[in-house]
């Protein structure tokens, strides 16, 4: 709507210095700068509906309401140029003439001095200021670096840019096909559901069976066919053996001194805490015990 608003001003402004239009009335003068502004906003107004038109036949009901609302305020704004701002304007024009003042247009000066009214258009005049500027070595280098900046920043937000589609979005919340996906997502999600595995009781004589079943989900894991990973506290007792019991070896640990005071310490320790809830122990679990 904006560029209406420059392309009416614009014709009006080269109708004033046409000398043959200077007798005209105020409706005539405003009838010719509309019969050259007229075409050119008419023409893209009717291009920009009739595109936006063509996407309200969408099947997505979100380009659709989008494509409705575009092509109504185009057509709303082009309305209110062609008589809303133009019947300003025409008032504008008529308070220019009897020299009212710009902000309050009720104060009327009581003398006004033609000849003191400069001729020089105040667009002219920043044109010709912005023209002597272009010559300046500094303004150069003030735009050359200007554009670099800009252009850097620029290309650091096209990288930094993340794309992110969800078809969800466009459709009705009381579809059947929303519906559908929704509940595919919770009932068959991509990632899988959450598993535990618990044994029966054991002791030192069964840690073999521990590494073999470790070993087993490590492969299944690699292959990522049936599980995408998995947290065992296996792992983390022979980590804990090796960083702070200095045991290399799960095998040096497989006896019945060791191990029970060794599991012990590492339920109370941060690499098994998080487990401990997991075991159930025929008595009270004592730390160092």
């Not at 105040?122 to 010709?128: S, T, V, W, Y």
């Not at 809830?277 to 008595?283: E, I, L, P, S």
């Amino acid at each position: 709507g904006i560029d209406d608003m420059f392309v009416i001003s614009q014709c009006w402004s080269n109708m004033k210095k046409d000398a043959s239009n200077t007798k005209l009335s105020l409706p005539d003068q405003m009838g010719v700068a509309l019969k050259h502004a007229g075409v050119s906003i008419t023409i893209t107004t009717v291009t920009d509906v009739f595109a936006f038109g063509v996407g309200a036949f969408s099947l997505m009901p979100g380009l659709q309401s989008f494509c409705v609302c575009m092509a109504l305020a185009l057509g709303s704004i082009y309305l209110l140029q062609i008589t809303w701002f133009v019947a300003w304007m025409a008032l504008d024009e008529k308070r220019i003439a009897v020299g009212r003042n710009g902000c309050l247009p009720c104060i009327v000066p009581k003398i006004l001095d033609k000849s003191a009214t400069r001729k020089e258009n105040f667009g002219e005049l920043i044109f010709k200021k912005y023209n002597q500027m272009l010559y300046s070595f500094t303004y150069k280098v003030v735009i050359v670096i200007s554009a670099l900046t800009l252009m850097v920043f620029g290309i650091w937000g096209c990288i930094s840019m993340r794309e992110h589609f969800n078809f969800l979005l466009l459709l009705p919340e009381d579809s059947y096909l929303r519906q559908w996906a929704l509940a595919r997502e919770n009932l068959y999600p991509n990632r899988g559901w959450t598993a535990e595995v618990f044994t029966g009781s054991f002791n030192h004589s069964d840690l073999e069976k521990f590494e073999n079943l470790t070993r087993s989900f490590q492969q299944l894991e690699e292959s990522g066919k049936y599980i995408k990973s998995f947290d065992d506290w296996w792992t983390e007792l022979k980590q804990y053996a090796l960083d702070k019991k200095n045991f290399t070896n799960w095998q040096d640990f497989a006896n019945s001194e060791d191990f029970p005071k060794l599991l012990t310490d590492f339920l109370f320790s941060s690499y098994g805490s998080k487990f401990k809830a997991n075991f159930k122990f025929a008595g009270n679990l004592i730390c160092n015990n």
